[in-house]
């Protein structure tokens, strides 16, 4: 038998000595062991066994006696293909992640193994009692009582010992425990877990916060968990501390693995009639497609302007020829019409992938397009990575949201992945935007993408009229509410036709920031640089970005004088305020907060479809992507904080929010109007926008882009740097810039860059961590990340800074 060894991937590596790991595959795993399945191996100094990846199989000309062997392989066939184990060293290039952290990112969640350590007593080793310790003792007698192993979890909780603690491995060095591991599924159960109150007489000494999760019970009868945990401001351990008292219990509410189950195939799939203009596209980006050589293709057209019926002919057809499509949208709240369009004319042969989903789910989807019982996967940015293995387009709706880019490792952008997979397939990547980034716009008036446009809506539709309504008027006038009169009066008109209105305001929560009048103080969240918003319909002070939530009160932390006051507007707020001022118009709320459940979009988006609403008032979800033909008024509430961020995008992102919620409006065969409240009316992105004149928006910006070199004429990278201790944080960040000059003048002088000094982040402590940043303006090649790479690695092996976390990300959507 030949002598064959594994590369592979090992999980939970440090970056900076990850690599692919070569093992000893053993005769009796020969057969088994193949590339893209998964194993477990001995690794480090303790022969720990963790879970690896079989990257590549090889002979090797010399056996090394010393090199360690497979124990065991763990899946019945390969989970990757040649390609997804191609793209694995691919996304470890270009996103400074490990090898095993690529290889998640192309598994479905609930698909993943998990090491599960048992401790037993040591067989045959007499215990001399007075050497042990009294938690030492303890532990000893709880695994004796037991008589069998028990999980190094449940080990732990059951002695209230931390979850790191080092006890059971200390006493398994001393050889009085014996250990074992093994690797365990990860599987959710199909099921959403519930409280209920018991009907038993509470104890009387109950905590407040216990209280309060009776009372959310008392009114409420039963909620989920989450639901529960929002509505009384308390984590799921105190509930769980209700549970051992007797007063509330748990129950299971059944969650079915396929949502999308009930749909049934078409009969007939109707003819897609298209107009001139899209014909043209079509015949375009069908000639492309054809010629098998890859490429990208910008399809470039107005709101309403039918970019989805282009390219669903074009799916037609790409399915006649018996390749698989992918199908991305940005947000999992574009999903429900975006499926509802392609389960009528595809039916069954359509898989889904968003976040909404359960991992059984998920996993169920993605086993459907492993046996290829599905041509199309739908979905959000995770979709990119469907498993089909005769791939033939990859379309990216809304290709400008910031959705597409991972802020955690592997921090990639769903464009770049499906570039990769397109040319490795050599098929076509459609990227389609009524607002592209200014990066792609440029790469298709220079000839890198092809561009496809639309410049007029489909059908005779016409483009809504835009109006604008100077808020400092408003103020004068003694109007304090967020509503102009114009506004409110045109959403009366609407409502009294029939007619549905889109409201804009992108802030959730009832009010934006809580301030004490008598000193001034700003309530801010004591983990995170950032103010507190106020939540309504909790009566609570919440951090969104670390979740913190406390009860609201008029006392000031500060000062302690009863005059704290909340102030500035949040969609709870605009919901009720829209309720009092027009009591007849029927509103429905959509945010993350009002969307908590599961399906909860799609039922809501139903709903208003359905004519049971009026208004929908909401964050940026309902900017883009829904197509009501009832919608003939749009309102935006407050566009000058879109206009005004910390970012060289925010122009960009400002532009892109304002003419696609302005597009919702007018999209049938009715008239649409859109009014923008602002106190800036002078400013000309909003004028642009307005008109729907991206390429005028577009020649300002790109002067801009090429005068202060920002991408396209240049790639950002940005160093982040996380820890405890500020100071600490900034001689890190200090400590990186001066490796980064002396590397770069030894070995990388002929690598262009500008290198900006440390700062604090935007947001500069996040979850009581402080956060600082380097900004290179670069050159993305080779030669650079592998810099970088480097500079990673030696960072991480300076014990100076062993308590701080430096990263790189390149090409943030946002810089911190």
């Given at each position: 038998?030949?002598?064959?060894?594994?590369?592979?991937?090992?999980?939970?590596?440090?970056?900076?000595?990850?690599?692919?790991?070569?093992?000893?595959?053993?005769?009796?795993?020969?057969?088994?062991?193949?590339?893209?399945?998964?194993?477990?191996?001995?690794?480090?100094?303790?022969?720990?066994?963790?879970?690896?990846?079989?990257?590549?199989?090889?002979?090797?000309?010399?056996?090394?006696?010393?090199?360690?062997?497979?124990?065991?392989?763990?899946?019945?066939?390969?989970?990757?293909?040649?390609?997804?184990?191609?793209?694995?060293?691919?996304?470890?290039?270009?996103?400074?992640?490990?090898?095993?952290?690529?290889?998640?990112?192309?598994?479905?969640?609930?698909?993943?193994?998990?090491?599960?350590?048992?401790?037993?007593?040591?067989?045959?080793?007499?215990?001399?009692?007075?050497?042990?310790?009294?938690?030492?003792?303890?532990?000893?007698?709880?695994?004796?009582?037991?008589?069998?192993?028990?999980?190094?979890?449940?080990?732990?909780?059951?002695?209230?010992?931390?979850?790191?603690?080092?006890?059971?491995?200390?006493?398994?060095?001393?050889?009085?425990?014996?250990?074992?591991?093994?690797?365990?599924?990860?599987?959710?159960?199909?099921?959403?877990?519930?409280?209920?109150?018991?009907?038993?007489?509470?104890?009387?000494?109950?905590?407040p916060k216990q209280r309060a999760v009776c009372q959310v019970l008392q009114e409420a009868g039963a909620a989920s968990l989450?639901?529960?945990?929002?509505?009384?401001?308390?984590?799921?351990?105190?509930?769980?501390?209700?549970?051992?008292?007797?007063?509330?219990?748990?129950?299971?509410?059944?969650?079915?693995?396929?949502?999308?189950?009930?749909?049934?195939?078409?009969?007939?799939?109707?003819?897609?009639?298209?107009?001139?203009?899209?014909?043209?596209?079509?015949?375009?980006?069908?000639?492309?497609?054809?010629?098998?050589?890859?490429?990208?293709?910008?399809?470039?057209?107005?709101?309403?302007?039918?970019?989805?019926?282009?390219?669903?002919?074009?799916?037609?057809?790409?399915?006649?020829?018996?390749?698989?499509?992918?199908?991305?949208?940005?947000?999992?709240?574009?999903?429900?019409?975006?499926?509802?369009?392609?389960?009528?004319?595809?039916?069954?042969?359509?898989?889904?992938?968003?976040?909404?989903?359960?991992?059984?789910?998920?996993?169920?989807?993605?086993?459907?397009?492993?046996?290829?019982?599905?041509?199309i996967a739908v979905g959000t940015r995770s979709a990119v990575f469907a498993p089909f293995d005769n791939l033939g387009l990859?379309?990216?709706?809304?290709?400008?949201?910031?959705?597409?880019?991972?802020?955690?490792?592997?921090?990639?952008?769903?464009?770049?992945?499906?570039?990769?997979?397109?040319?490795?397939?050599?098929?076509?990547?459609?990227?389609?935007?009524?607002?592209?980034?200014i990066e792609s716009y440029y790469y298709a008036q220079t000839g890198r993408y092809t561009l496809n446009q639309l410049p007029?809506?489909?059908?005779?539709?016409?483009?809504?009229?835009?109006?604008?309504?100077?808020?400092?008027?408003?103020?004068?006038?003694?109007?304090?509410?967020?509503?102009?009169?114009?506004?409110?009066?045109?959403?009366?008109?609407?409502?009294?036709?029939?007619?549905?209105?889109?409201?804009?305001?992108?802030?959730?929560?009832?009010?934006?920031?809580?301030?004490?009048?008598?000193?001034?103080?700003?309530?801010?969240?004591?983990?995170?640089?950032?103010?507190?918003?106020?939540?309504?319909?909790?009566?609570?002070?919440?951090?969104?970005?670390?979740?913190?939530?406390?009860?609201?009160?008029?006392?000031?932390?500060?000062?302690?004088?009863?005059?704290?006051?909340?102030?500035?507007?949040?969609?709870?707020?605009?919901?009720?305020?829209?309720?009092?001022?027009?009591?007849?118009?029927?509103?429905?709320?959509?945010?993350?907060?009002?969307?908590?459940?599961?399906?909860?979009?799609?039922?809501?988006?139903?709903?208003?479809?359905?004519?049971?609403?009026?208004?929908?008032?909401?964050?940026?979800?309902?900017?883009?992507?829904?197509?009501?033909?009832?919608?003939?008024?749009?309102?935006?509430?407050?566009?000058?904080?879109?206009?005004?961020?910390?970012?060289?995008?925010?122009?960009?992102?400002?532009?892109?929010?304002?003419?696609?919620?302005?597009?919702?409006?007018?999209?049938?065969?009715?008239?649409?109007?859109?009014?923008?409240?602002?106190?800036?009316?002078?400013?000309?992105?909003?004028?642009?926008?307005?008109?729907?004149?991206?390429?005028?928006?577009?020649?300002?910006?790109?002067?801009?882009?090429?005068?202060?070199?920002?991408?396209?004429?240049?790639?950002?990278?940005?160093?982040?740097?996380?820890?405890?201790?500020?100071?600490?944080?900034?001689?890190?960040?200090?400590?990186?810039?001066?490796?980064?000059?002396?590397?770069?003048?030894?070995?990388?002088?002929?690598?262009?860059?500008?290198?900006?000094?440390?700062?604090?982040?935007?947001?500069?402590?996040?979850?009581?961590?402080?956060?600082?940043?380097?900004?290179?303006?670069?050159?993305?090649?080779?030669?650079?990340?592998?810099?970088?790479?480097?500079?990673?690695?030696?960072?991480?092996?300076?014990?100076?800074?062993?308590?701080?976390?430096?990263?790189?990300?390149?090409?943030?959507?946002?810089?911190?």
């Amino acid at each position: 038998m030949p002598i064959l060894f594994a590369r592979v991937a090992v999980e939970n590596t440090a970056y900076h000595f990850d690599k692919a790991f070569d093992y000893l595959i053993p005769e009796e795993l020969l057969e088994q062991a193949k590339p893209g399945c998964r194993v477990l191996v001995p690794f480090g100094a303790g022969n720990a066994q963790r879970l690896a990846m079989i990257l590549e199989v090889s002979p090797e000309k010399e056996t090394q006696n010393t090199t360690k062997q497979v124990v065991a392989v763990l899946d019945e066939a390969p989970l990757l293909t040649n390609e997804a184990i191609q793209l694995v060293f691919w996304l470890k290039d270009r996103y400074f992640c490990t090898l095993f952290e690529a290889v998640k990112l192309l598994l479905p969640a609930g698909i993943h193994y998990r090491m599960k350590t048992e401790y037993a007593l040591a067989k045959g080793r007499p215990v001399e009692k007075e050497a042990l310790s009294k938690e030492e003792s303890a532990l000893i007698e709880y695994l004796a009582g037991k008589g069998k192993p028990v999980e190094r979890e449940k080990l732990l909780k059951a002695m209230g010992l931390p979850a790191d603690s080092p006890l059971p491995e200390n006493l398994f060095k001393r050889g009085l425990l014996e250990k074992t591991g093994a690797a365990v599924r990860q599987i959710k159960d199909a099921a959403q877990k519930m409280v209920r109150l018991t009907g038993e007489e509470s104890p009387s000494k109950l905590t407040p916060k216990q209280r309060a999760v009776c009372q959310v019970l008392q009114e409420a009868g039963a909620a989920s968990l989450k639901e529960l945990c929002y509505f009384a401001g308390v984590t799921p351990a105190v509930v769980n501390a209700l549970v051992t008292k007797g007063v509330v219990c748990y129950y299971e509410a059944e969650v079915y693995r396929n949502p999308y189950d009930q749909v049934q195939d078409p009969a007939e799939e109707k003819e897609i009639v298209l107009s001139e203009e899209q014909q043209t596209a079509f015949q375009n980006l069908l000639a492309q497609y054809r010629e098998e050589t890859g490429g990208v293709s910008l399809l470039f057209g107005v709101t309403g302007s039918g970019k989805t019926s282009v390219f669903m002919r074009l799916i037609d057809e790409v399915l006649a020829d018996g390749k698989n499509v992918i199908v991305m949208v940005p947000e999992i709240s574009l999903t429900p019409q975006s499926l509802a369009l392609f389960h009528r004319r595809y039916g069954r042969r359509v898989a889904v992938f968003h976040s909404g989903l359960s991992l059984s789910e998920r996993l169920d989807e993605w086993k459907r397009v492993r046996r290829g019982e599905v041509s199309i996967a739908v979905g959000t940015r995770s979709a990119v990575f469907a498993p089909f293995d005769n791939l033939g387009l990859v379309i990216l709706d809304e290709e400008q949201e910031h959705t597409y880019k991972s802020e955690s490792s592997p921090r990639y952008h769903a464009r770049d992945v499906a570039k990769f997979r397109c040319a490795y397939h050599k098929t076509l990547l459609v990227l389609a935007s009524a607002t592209p980034s200014i990066e792609s716009y440029y790469y298709a008036q220079t000839g890198r993408y092809t561009l496809n446009q639309l410049p007029h809506r489909y059908g005779g539709a016409r483009l809504p009229k835009v109006r604008f309504v100077d808020m400092n008027r408003e103020l004068e006038a003694g109007n304090d509410s967020i509503y102009s009169r114009e506004l409110l009066t045109e959403i009366e008109k609407n409502r009294k036709v029939h007619k549905q209105s889109i409201i804009l305001l992108n802030r959730r929560g009832y009010n934006t920031f809580v301030s004490c009048k008598a000193c001034g103080n700003v309530v801010t969240c004591p983990n995170c640089s950032i103010s507190l918003t106020y939540h309504a319909a909790n009566q609570r002070l919440m951090c969104h970005y670390c979740g913190y939530s406390v009860p609201f009160s008029t006392e000031c932390p500060t000062c302690h004088e009863n005059k704290v006051h909340y102030a500035g507007f949040g969609t709870q707020r605009a919901e009720e305020q829209l309720r009092k001022l027009l009591p007849e118009v029927r509103v429905l709320r959509l945010d993350t907060d009002a969307a908590m459940t599961r399906f909860a979009y799609e039922e809501k988006l139903q709903s208003f479809a359905r004519g049971e609403y009026d208004v929908i008032v909401g964050t940026q979800m309902v900017a883009k992507g829904l197509d009501f033909e009832n919608v003939t008024l749009v309102g935006v509430l407050s566009a000058d904080q879109a206009l005004y961020g910390d970012d060289f995008r925010s122009y960009e992102r400002a532009f892109d929010l304002l003419t696609q919620v302005a597009g919702r409006a007018g999209r049938g065969q009715y008239e649409g109007e859109a009014i923008i409240q602002t106190f800036t009316p002078e400013n000309t992105v909003l004028s642009l926008a307005a008109r729907q004149d991206y390429p005028a928006f577009y020649e300002g910006e790109i002067a801009v882009r090429k005068g202060m070199l920002y991408p396209p004429f240049a790639d950002l990278c940005v160093v982040g740097f996380v820890g405890t201790r500020e100071e600490k944080v900034a001689r890190a960040s200090e400590a990186f810039l001066q490796m980064l000059r002396t590397l770069a003048q030894a070995e990388y002088p002929q690598e262009p860059m500008r290198v900006l000094n440390p700062s604090p982040a935007l947001i500069s402590k996040v979850s009581n961590k402080y956060r600082y940043k380097l900004i290179v303006k670069c050159r993305n090649s080779r030669n650079f990340r592998r810099m970088i790479s480097r500079l990673l690695t030696d960072f991480a092996k300076d014990r100076t800074f062993s308590d701080v976390t430096a990263f790189a990300d390149i090409n943030p959507d946002m810089i911190l």
